[in-house]
């Protein structure tokens, strides 16, 4: 072979292989792009729902809030008691259920828990130490931010009759003329799941990766 021929040769090859390193780069480079805009959807996805999640709770903790401010305003016009308007108070608020099931709780500002529908068991008694699964003391920390304001707790809490405990969101703010934290809590492990359909409904999914010109396997034949 001629030496002018063996130049064509490698300056072809040399070109072949630039088009080809930009052809895999490029390749590389969307495929960057996808994963960032796939995890892009989701955490947005997820702090959307999260947030509507938060501003409903909040609203229904407060609409609880203004209900316990009627029987107080009631009680100083001379219409009942303080103590009858207390307990007429709690007994509105151990009856009223939204989303099916969910419920309001009242405790006061040394955390013992003055009403919960469900669990008479913690009625009547300083709850500070209940801790769940992680060792959070959430009892103790709905108190906490209730009694200066109003805030969010996550923790995790089994369901009725499930042993596993699932993660949940509390908002508590105070009702301060009664010394009252009111509160409110939901599941939020519905989340993951309306997270998991709403990817897949847009096709968000994280692109398989494999190296350039290697065939992906059938199931079952790669590790």
């Not at 040399?14 to 969307?30: D, E, L």
């Not at 407060?62 to 103590?83: P, Q």
């Not at 801790?131 to 969010?152: H, M, P, Y």
């Not at 923790?155 to 009664?178: H, I």
Request: glycine share 10%; hydrophobic share 35%.
């Amino acid at each position: 072979m001629s030496d002018k021929s063996s130049t064509i040769r490698n300056k072809l090859t040399r070109s072949f292989s630039g088009v080809a390193g930009r052809f895999y780069a490029g390749i590389a480079a969307g495929i960057v792009a996808l994963i960032a805009l796939a995890i892009f959807g989701s955490v947005t996805i997820s702090t959307v729902l999260t947030e509507q999640k938060k501003t409903e709770l909040k609203h229904l903790v407060e609409t609880a809030v203004s209900i316990v401010a009627d029987f107080e305003t009631r009680s100083k016009r001379g219409e009942m008691s303080e103590d009858e308007a207390k307990k007429r108070a709690s007994d509105t608020l151990r009856v009223l259920r939204y989303g099916g099931s969910e419920y309001f709780f009242i405790q006061d500002y040394q955390t013992v828990m003055l009403m919960h529908p469900f669990s008479k068991t913690l009625e009547g008694k300083d709850n500070s130490a209940v801790k769940d699964a992680n060792g959070v003391a959430f009892l103790k920390e709905i108190g906490n931010v209730g009694r200066t304001g109003g805030g969010f707790v996550a923790y995790l809490f089994p369901k009725p009759n499930q042993p596993e405990p699932l993660p949940k969101l509390s908002y508590a703010t105070n009702f301060n003329k009664w010394g009252w934290v009111i509160g409110s809590g939901v599941y939020i492990d519905d989340l993951a799941y309306c997270l998991t359909e709403e990817c897949s409904r847009h096709g968000w999914s994280l692109p398989h990766l494999h190296a350039p010109g290697k065939p992906q396997g059938s199931a079952g034949t790669e590790p």
